[in-house]
């Protein structure tokens, strides 16, 4: 008897220390938005505990004796709850938004405990980089919604606050196939794409679209900006951080740290926190936001799991706020995604079939909607499936797909009408020669075939009170944009001269408004172009009737309105290399990754089909930008020719100089001191560099001044020089140097509601031996605009 006496006490005791779970939510008490990596422990012991998923999500296991979960969270007030008050699942716990500010915080002068945590994970970079693996693949989930919200007690906010609380704008769901290979080549194919409204859908929303796959860069690049991350080296000199939180969950311990920029600093920087795991020293969570309110704020949150040994993301969620957008209406406009990582495989070995770094969204795509369904990880929200619905109604009596043709086009600067598209560059152009050019061109578009176009222009200049024309006949033979043969015909007229550029490429808008001395020419040509590899390959010839505008004379002969014929091929080539390629709306876009881009232009004259002139001409550049950490972005080009063979001054090469009062605008990769004719060559070399180091010299909140820096050098040589009489030309053989100092931005106006037009000037001076005015006679004004957010 007392043996079962001692043995009930044995499990009376026992049960008092039985362990029950409890499951829930954290949410925002004003938003009801979940809140992803909240703090969840006991009371009894506050280092032992959970942290909640991206979806605020927890699961905690507790005692009988503990009898309260204590819920933190930054930014927000703590709660206490008692278990007893708690149901096994499905509680709901709100917490209530502070007023608590990291800059509020006294840092005494001893060693930051924080910093030690730090700099181990920076430390720990190499080791928890997805990107320093040999390859891995992965599958990701990635939903994105359009959705607007009115502002309170704004004019239209019940009639805005009914359509919100029903659907959203636009949903999107994805599921790609993501491949690596060290280093920096990335193969990502969507395989399943839905977007509400469309049938066949020209574009996808993928996680990766709005921030990168992990956390680990030195600059995070959010939108197209680049802002210095809080684990890289030396941050603790840029970053304030501060411990929240320590949770130790077995053998390893998980830091919750805070950061922002630290005060009287100017860069652009992040704020949030991130838990730093002890295992490995590696990040577990993040959350990260702008650290400046401005016209669009992003904030982005990532997960991370062990995968066989290592860590990697499990888990995204990305918010964009277009604040006060569509402007005059009330409403700010969201674009929320979330994305889910499957299926992760790390191999020691890039696989071979992979060589470039696309995105691309499969042939097949828009019908897979079972993988969508298959690796949704949570059902569609009721308003999800209302967006959903209605616009499949919609589709019924409308076809939204004519949209896509619209946005196409205008992308491209065209507007579409029917199956035809006209240009909106041909419509006008200023300079010297013609003062006013007025035109109009029109092409065929996709809508009539994806196989070919056919397009002609006329345009007339009230200077010269001359019409000029032109037609072409354009074959894709894959149906895609990047192969192309073409066959076309000009009667038009050419800047004199001949120039080359590299790298980052200028609109040919900008060559309407230079053109001063100019060659009538009657030409017909024929190319074929093609993207291989990470090659941008372009072959072609041309017969062409020249005849000067302008008096000259060459080899003792007059060259005035003298036809002569020139017959050429050409090869042109362009190397960027690592090149991320992305199709969106059958457009090509090419983003470098930090690596050089090499270009070959040659072209050779010939007899053959009448042609005067046999030359060969080989002229080389390279392009390289470079992000500096905390310094801005430094372009560098450089740029070399040499040609061989007599030929007139048509076809000499130009010096790129943009001095014209027809374009009063500073173009990079350019002279801007020098005219668009004032120097000529049969050799030269020349070097570009552009400084911007943005708004890191001053800052204020309605005044943010860009600060750039200009300087350029060249050096060419003009054979033969007493050929060419009655031009006054010369070459830079002594040398031509130009400085110029930019100040952008010094006038702001805010735009759509959250883009910022900025307007600003600069002055440039030509120095050197080449130059044959006094420095002060050299001063050029250039203005300049930008688009920032």
Same mark, same amino acid.
């Given at each position: 008897?007392?043996?079962?006496?001692?043995?009930?006490?044995?499990?009376?005791?026992?049960?008092?220390?039985?362990?029950?779970?409890?499951?829930?939510?954290?949410?925002?008490?004003?938003?009801?938005?979940?809140?992803?990596?909240?703090?969840?422990?006991?009371?009894?012991?506050?280092?032992?505990?959970?942290?909640?998923?991206?979806?605020?999500?927890?699961?905690?296991?507790?005692?009988?004796?503990? =009898?309260?979960?204590?819920?933190?969270?930054?930014?927000?007030?703590?709660?206490?709850?008692?278990?007893?008050?708690?149901?096994?699942?499905?509680?709901?716990?709100?917490?209530?938004?502070?007023?608590?500010?990291?800059?509020?915080?006294?840092?005494?002068?001893?060693?930051?405990?924080?910093?030690?945590?730090?700099?181990?994970?920076?430390?720990?970079?190499?080791?928890?980089?997805?990107?320093?693996?040999?390859?891995?693949?992965?599958?990701?989930?990635?939903?994105?919604?359009?959705?607007?919200?009115?502002?309170?007690?704004?004019?239209?906010?019940?009639?805005?606050?009914?359509?919100?609380? %029903?659907?959203?704008?636009?949903?999107?769901?994805?599921?790609?196939?993501?491949?690596?290979?060290?280093?920096?080549?990335?193969?990502?194919?969507?395989?399943?794409?839905?977007?509400?409204?469309?049938?066949?859908?020209?574009?996808?929303?993928?996680?990766?679209?709005?921030?990168?796959?992990?956390?680990?860069?030195?600059?995070?690049?959010?939108?197209?900006?680049?802002?210095?991350?809080?684990?890289?080296?030396?941050?603790?000199?840029?970053?304030?951080?501060?411990? =929240?939180?320590?949770?130790?969950?077995?053998?390893?311990?998980?830091?919750?740290?805070?950061?922002?920029?630290?005060?009287?600093?100017?860069?652009?920087?992040?704020?949030?926190?991130?838990?730093?795991?002890?295992?490995?020293?590696?990040?577990?969570?993040?959350?990260?936001?702008?650290?400046?309110?401005?016209?669009?704020?992003?904030?982005?949150?990532?997960?991370?799991?062990? =995968?066989?040994?290592?860590?990697?993301?499990?888990?995204?969620?990305?918010?964009?706020?277009?604040?006060?957008?569509?402007?005059?209406?009330?409403?700010?406009?969201?674009?929320?995604? *979330?994305?889910?990582?499957?299926?992760?495989?790390?191999?020691?070995?890039?696989?071979?079939?992979?060589?470039?770094?696309?995105?691309?969204?499969?042939?097949?795509?828009?019908?897979?909607?079972?993988?969508?369904?298959?690796?949704?990880?949570?059902?569609?929200?009721?308003?999800?499936? *209302?967006?959903?619905?209605?616009?499949?109604?919609?589709?019924?009596?409308?076809?939204?797909?004519?949209?896509?043709?619209?946005?196409?086009?205008?992308?491209?600067?065209?507007?579409?009408?029917?199956?035809?598209?006209?240009?909106?560059?041909?419509?006008?152009?200023?300079?010297?020669?013609?003062?006013?050019?007025?035109?109009?061109?029109?092409?065929?578009?996709?809508?009539?075939?994806?196989?070919?176009?056919?397009?002609?222009?006329?345009?007339?200049?009230?200077?010269?009170?001359?019409?000029?024309?032109?037609?072409?006949?354009?074959?894709?033979?894959?149906?895609?944009?990047?192969?192309?043969?073409?066959?076309?015909?000009?009667?038009?007229?050419?800047?004199? %001269?001949?120039?080359?550029?590299?790298?980052?490429?200028?609109?040919?808008?900008?060559?309407?408004?230079?053109?001063?001395?100019?060659?009538?020419?009657?030409?017909?040509?024929?190319?074929?172009?093609?993207?291989?590899?990470?090659?941008?390959?372009?072959?072609?010839?041309?017969?062409?009737?020249?005849?000067?505008?302008?008096?000259?004379?060459?080899?003792?002969?007059?060259? =005035?309105?003298?036809? %002569?014929?020139?017959?050429?091929?050409?090869?042109?080539?362009?190397?960027?290399?690592?090149?991320?390629? *992305?199709?969106?709306?059958?457009?090509?876009?090419?983003?470098?990754?930090?690596?050089?881009?090499?270009?070959?232009?040659?072209?050779?004259?010939?007899?053959?089909?009448?042609?005067?002139?046999?030359?060969?001409?080989?002229?080389?550049?390279?392009?390289?930008?470079?992000?500096?950490?905390?310094?801005?972005?430094?372009?560098?080009?450089?740029?070399?020719?040499?040609?061989?063979?007599?030929?007139?001054?048509?076809?000499?090469?130009?010096?790129?100089?943009?001095?014209?009062?027809?374009?009063?605008?500073?173009?990079?990769?350019?002279?801007?001191?020098?005219?668009?004719?004032?120097?000529?060559?049969?050799?030269?070399?020349?070097?570009?560099?552009?400084?911007?180091?943005?708004?890191?010299?001053?800052?204020?909140?309605?005044?943010?001044?860009?600060?750039?820096?200009?300087?350029?050098?060249?050096?060419?040589?003009?054979?033969?020089?007493?050929?060419?009489?009655?031009?006054?030309?010369?070459?830079?053989?002594?040398?031509?140097?130009?400085?110029?100092?930019?100040?952008?931005?010094?006038?702001?106006?805010?735009?759509?509601?959250?883009?910022?037009?900025?307007?600003?000037?600069?002055?440039?001076?030509?120095?050197?031996?080449?130059?044959?005015?006094?420095?002060?006679?050299?001063?050029?004004?250039?203005?300049?605009?930008?688009?920032?957010?």
């Amino acid at each position: 008897m007392k043996r079962i006496l001692l043995l009930l006490l044995m499990l009376a005791c026992y049960a008092g220390y039985a362990q029950k779970r409890y499951s829930g939510t954290v949410r925002d008490a004003v938003t009801l938005k979940p809140l992803p990596f909240a703090t969840v422990v006991t009371s009894q012991n506050r280092t032992r505990g959970v942290t909640t998923n991206l979806h605020g999500e927890f699961t905690i296991a507790a005692t009988a004796t503990e =009898q309260q979960l204590v819920v933190s969270y930054m930014g927000y007030e703590p709660r206490s709850m008692a278990t007893s008050t708690l149901k096994p699942s499905g509680n709901e716990v709100l917490l209530t938004p502070s007023v608590y500010n990291i800059d509020e915080v006294t840092v005494y002068p001893t060693e930051n405990p924080a910093h030690r945590i730090i700099n181990n994970a920076i430390a720990h970079i190499r080791d928890n980089n997805p990107d320093e693996n040999p390859s891995y693949r992965c599958r990701l989930y990635s939903k994105t919604i359009l959705r607007i919200e009115p502002l309170p007690k704004s004019k239209y906010e019940s009639k805005f606050r009914s359509f919100s609380d %029903t659907m959203n704008m636009l949903v999107t769901e994805s599921v790609a196939d993501r491949v690596y290979a060290y280093k920096d080549i990335t193969e990502e194919r969507v395989i399943a794409n839905r977007v509400s409204g469309f049938k066949n859908p020209l574009f996808s929303f993928n996680t990766t679209s709005f921030q990168p796959i992990h956390f680990y860069s030195t600059n995070i690049t959010l939108l197209d900006k680049n802002f210095l991350n809080p684990i890289s080296p030396n941050s603790t000199r840029s970053y304030f951080f501060l411990i =929240q939180d320590t949770l130790i969950v077995e053998k390893d311990t998980t830091f919750v740290i805070q950061f922002t920029p630290r005060r009287n600093t100017n860069f652009d920087g992040l704020k949030g926190f991130v838990h730093i795991n002890s295992n490995g020293w590696a990040i577990q969570n993040v959350v990260a936001e702008r650290a400046e309110k401005a016209g669009i704020d992003i904030k982005i949150e990532q997960q991370y799991t062990l =995968q066989r040994g290592k860590w990697f993301p499990s888990q995204y969620r990305h918010k964009v706020t277009l604040n006060n957008y569509p402007p005059g209406y009330g409403v700010c406009s969201f674009m929320e995604g *979330t994305g889910t990582v499957y299926d992760v495989s790390i191999s020691s070995a890039a696989p071979k079939s992979i060589k470039r770094s696309t995105v691309a969204i499969a042939d097949t795509a828009n019908s897979a909607y079972a993988a969508i369904e298959r690796y949704r990880p949570s059902p569609l929200t009721r308003k999800d499936s *209302t967006t959903y619905k209605t616009y499949e109604r919609l589709t019924k009596k409308h076809d939204l797909d004519k949209l896509q043709f619209l946005i196409e086009d205008l992308m491209q600067l065209r507007i579409p009408i029917g199956k035809l598209s006209f240009p909106l560059t041909a419509l006008y152009g200023n300079n010297r020669y013609e003062e006013n050019r007025f035109g109009l061109a029109a092409e065929t578009n996709r809508r009539l075939t994806k196989y070919a176009s056919l397009g002609g222009y006329f345009a007339y200049g009230t200077r010269d009170a001359q019409w000029k024309y032109g037609g072409s006949v354009t074959l894709f033979p894959k149906g895609d944009p990047k192969t192309s043969i073409r066959l076309s015909y000009r009667n038009d007229v050419d800047m004199a %001269t001949h120039f080359y550029l590299v790298g980052e490429r200028r609109s040919s808008l900008v060559d309407h408004f230079l053109l001063d001395r100019a060659d009538r020419t009657i030409e017909y040509a024929a190319s074929a172009s093609t993207h291989i590899w990470d090659i941008d390959l372009a072959l072609g010839g041309k017969v062409a009737q020249l005849a000067p505008t302008y008096s000259y004379r060459y080899k003792g002969v007059e060259q =005035q309105r003298l036809w %002569t014929n020139n017959s050429e091929v050409n090869l042109t080539a362009r190397l960027g290399y690592k090149e991320r390629e *992305t199709k969106f709306f059958n457009t090509y876009f090419y983003e470098t990754q930090g690596y050089p881009v090499i270009g070959l232009n040659i072209r050779q004259g010939l007899s053959a089909f009448g042609g005067d002139y046999r030359y060969t001409s080989v002229e080389a550049g390279i392009f390289k930008r470079f992000t500096l950490r905390k310094a801005g972005v430094l372009r560098i080009t450089a740029l070399a020719g040499n040609q061989e063979g007599d030929v007139p001054y048509s076809l000499l090469y130009g010096a790129n100089g943009t001095n014209s009062s027809y374009f009063p605008f500073l173009v990079n990769s350019s002279f801007n001191c020098a005219k668009p004719f004032e120097y000529a060559s049969s050799r030269y070399g020349s070097l570009f560099a552009y400084y911007d180091l943005g708004s890191l010299l001053f800052s204020r909140k309605n005044f943010k001044p860009t600060v750039s820096i200009f300087q350029a050098a060249g050096w060419s040589r003009l054979a033969n020089s007493a050929r060419y009489e009655g031009l006054d030309i010369r070459d830079m053989r002594k040398g031509y140097f130009e400085s110029g100092l930019i100040l952008g931005s010094i006038l702001r106006y805010k735009i759509f509601g959250f883009l910022y037009l900025g307007f600003g000037a600069g002055a440039f001076v030509a120095y050197g031996d080449a130059v044959k005015q006094p420095l002060d006679k050299t001063i050029t004004y250039k203005a300049s605009i930008n688009v920032d957010f």
